[in-house]
């Protein structure tokens, strides 16, 4: 499968750190609670690793799955879990597709953090049927939509900024409807030296956009219950058993 992060695998670490300063601490509140008898953590889409290390720090006796299919980000995640003491012999890093990892048979939480969107609707409904197989009767899976819940045009916007040394990491974004109803999402990166552009990479790749109201749906007939989460601005969301 072709690596739509390839391109850009250098900065997405520097450049999601920003937007972490606000989904670490709600990520927090959202697990903490959970007991490390529960069932180990699988940690979908984990990137670089910012949310894996967040997963450790709130849940200090649990095993986690971190899955990341993008071998350019994979690299930011081992380098960060073996630089990392406390997760170092419980992090287990898996570079499949997230339904084609071998996952534990048992699972307490799953996080999902920024990357519900990869997964069309087929894929959603596999990831709920394994949910309903392998999730602990007390777990619990977390995530967040993002904008937009359709596929409408979103025009060119300048998400972060990171200043390093002498250079300035600078991430755009725009983004237009195609056809068979999915976002394609344009991306650049530009990097500047004492204000001189000096590097510019551009990457697109499809989204699968979702509303509140069809995710509630796919997990109702699931067998599941979605949950808003609190700060309500980051569109996060538990999903729990139905009688829990």
Do not use: C
């Amino acid at each position: 499968m072709t690596d739509e992060y390839a391109e850009s695998a250098e900065f997405i670490d520097i450049l999601i750190g920003p937007h972490w300063n606000h989904l670490g601490p709600a990520l927090t509140d959202a697990i903490k609670d959970i007991g490390p008898g529960t069932g180990p953590v699988v940690d979908i889409g984990a990137g670089s690793g910012r949310g894996t290390a967040v997963i450790g720090d709130a849940l200090p006796d649990a095993e986690i799955f971190a899955v990341e299919p993008s071998a350019g980000i994979r690299s930011a995640l081992l380098a960060k879990v073996n630089a990392h003491d406390a997760l170092r012999s419980r992090v287990t890093v898996l570079p499949e597709e997230f339904l084609d990892s071998r996952l534990p048979d048992r699972i307490g939480v799953v996080v999902a953090m920024n990357v519900i969107g990869h997964f069309s609707p087929a894929e959603r409904a596999e990831i709920w049927s394994l949910l309903a197989r392998r999730l602990a009767p007390n777990g619990r899976a977390v995530l967040n939509l993002q904008p937009p819940s359709d596929p409408v045009s979103v025009p060119d916007t300048l998400t972060s900024t990171v200043h390093i040394g002498r250079r300035r990491y600078e991430g755009w974004a725009r983004a237009e409807p195609a056809e068979d109803g999915t976002l394609t999402w344009h991306m650049t990166y530009r990097t500047f030296q004492d204000d001189e552009l000096v590097d510019e990479r551009e990457v697109s790749y499809s989204w699968h956009p979702i509303s509140e109201p069809q995710l509630r749906a796919e997990l109702d007939q699931a067998g599941f219950r979605l949950l808003a989460l609190q700060p309500a601005d980051l569109g996060m969301y538990a999903i729990t058993w139905t009688d829990a």
